[in-house]
T-cell receptor, first 116, second 111 residues
């Protein structure tokens, strides 16, 4: 079974620039998550999709972050404009369950973003 | 607000030792608890998932226990090996709510 694919692996941008991350979940997984992991901390949920609908985006800074999941498969996360404090690893995860609450999460390797 | 704490933050042990990693959470009304492993530069790998009605789960040399009433979980690793070196994170979930992660325990097992 192919895992969760993310690209790019690394990205360096200057503050106020924009950046986009891409995620392809495991085939058949209904639920997709984007997490932000700041160095030395545990991951923090930014947004959760069930198929192509948003379930939880309560911790997404909506003034600068946006995400979409077209056709209930791939997803993109965008930051515009970036701030220094956005430097982190952005992790995508997926789970089989349509509710996402009772199945293990499978994570991609993440995108490490550095904002200078 | 649910808070998850992991102690110790870092641990270094010789190969072959049995060890225990601790996770505590402030709100005992959880739906399930998961333990993850994270290798440097990698994503998280799910190790064990314990439902709120369960007391423990086992996978190979790993055993995770859950005591909801006291807000604690432990991950027991038997006969540790250098390949076990990684950061271990626990995460708790309330019903219909997001996973809340701890900050992790960084484990190093030396030969």
């Amino acid at each position: 079974e192919a895992g969760v694919a993310q690209s790019p692996r690394y990205k360096i941008i200057e503050k106020r620039q924009s950046v986009a991350f891409w995620c392809n979940p495991i085939s058949g997984h209904a639920t997709l998550y984007w997490y932000q992991q700041i160095l030395g901390q545990g991951p923090k949920l930014l947004i959760q999709f069930q198929n192509n609908g948003v379930v939880d985006d309560s911790q997404l800074p909506k003034d600068r972050f946006s995400a979409e999941r077209l056709k209930g498969v791939d997803s993109t996360l965008k930051i515009q404009p970036a701030k220094l404090e956005d430097s982190a690893v952005y992790l995508c995860a997926s789970s089989l369950s349509s509710t996402g609450y009772n199945s293990p999460l499978h994570f991609g390797n993440g995108t490490r973003l550095t904002v200078t | 607000k649910q808070e998850v704490t992991q102690i110790p933050a870092a641990l270094s042990v010789p190969e072959g030792e049995n060890l225990v990693l601790n996770c505590s959470f402030t709100d005992s009304a959880i739906y399930n608890l998961q333990w993850f492993r994270q290798d440097p530069g990698k994503g998280l790998t799910s190790l064990l998932l314990i439902q709120s009605s369960q007391r423990e789960q086992t996978s190979g040399r790993l055993n995770a226990s859950l005591d909801k009433s006291s807000g604690r979980s432990t991950l027991y690793i038997a006969a540790s090996q250098p390949g076990d070196s990684a950061t271990y994170l626990c995460a708790v979930r309330r019903r219909n709510d997001k996973l809340i992660f701890g900050t992790g325990t960084r484990l190093q097992v030396f030969p």
